[in-house]
């Protein structure tokens, strides 16, 4: 049973197939001034096959997530809770709780990441193809047959495997660096690829095409996506469904078409009236009043009255928690059925 106090949410919506069942997951920091508390208690379920868009100002929690994901949160950090991976044959495996061998491993074939700028993480003496057999090298995988899928991979990326394998990374354009990338990251044929921002150092066009080619690639190699970016329109055009973390936790989580033509957050709206539309007059750009909470002090009752539109004196004194809109769609807000007094000002399309 999830914290939430036994209401039904999507994160226990016993129809769907897990591929990672997270509980209670919280990353904390002792600091001077106090325990920062980067993530607090987060449930969620990832859905085999799906891609699902996690979502957030710049320190919400996000990047913490990801890194959680593959308990790789970086020392002092310390993580807390459950994360359970269903691989699709064997027995669940308890990812906080592997040992350091086996951890090696689960990283690479069974849940990959590319990190938030990994782009300058290419080594600049190595061309790609020794980028690729390093980590093949590293996991005991034939160099012969990885190359080809390689290859494979770098093809379904609009890539010329041949030129790019003898590449060195500054041959590269960034967004063929990007590809090649998460080629890198898929070779062990992974189940899971969580990517952190994969492509905000990226032009709008390219970003725009990584985004398509992700979801051919979803598809095409039967994967597990978690996207991770600030971005809520670009996530629109990939994900199935989008979670919204706000404060170090989930505010709102539901099918791509239910965040966008139903939000139930004053948050999603308020992001969602954020996103710069270029058809939009300039006067119905919204930016969001106020800043993020500091996770040493996280204000009580919802994190999020200070800057809510909605809030009232319950909101102050008490933590909402997540319920369910429809089916699978669950918003963590008081107020949510008057959550219309928000107009959305700003459409943004799939
Ligand atoms: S609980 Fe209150 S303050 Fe928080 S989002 Fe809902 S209405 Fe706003």
Known sequence: ?????????????SDVDPILRIRDLTVRFEMDRGTSRVLNGVDLDIRRNEIIGIVGESGSGKSMLASALLDAVVAPGITDGEITYHPPTDEPIDVLDLS????????WEEISMVFQGALSSFNPTMDIRGHFEETLEAHGYPIGPGIDRAAELLNDLYLDPDRVLESYPHELSGGMKQRALIALALVLEPEVLVMDEPTAALDLLMQRSIVSLLADIRDKHDLTMVFITHDLPLVTKLADRIGVLYAFEFVEVGETEAILRDPAHPYTRALLNATPNLDAPLEEMRPIDGSAPDPVNVPSGCAYHSRCPLATDDCEREQPRMESVTGSHDVACHHWTEVDEIPLTNEVDR
């Open 100 to 107: 350091e061998e086996a951890r090696r491993q689960f990283r």
């Open 1 to 13: 049973m999830s914290k939430q106090d036994g209401i039904a949410t999507a994160a226990e919506d």
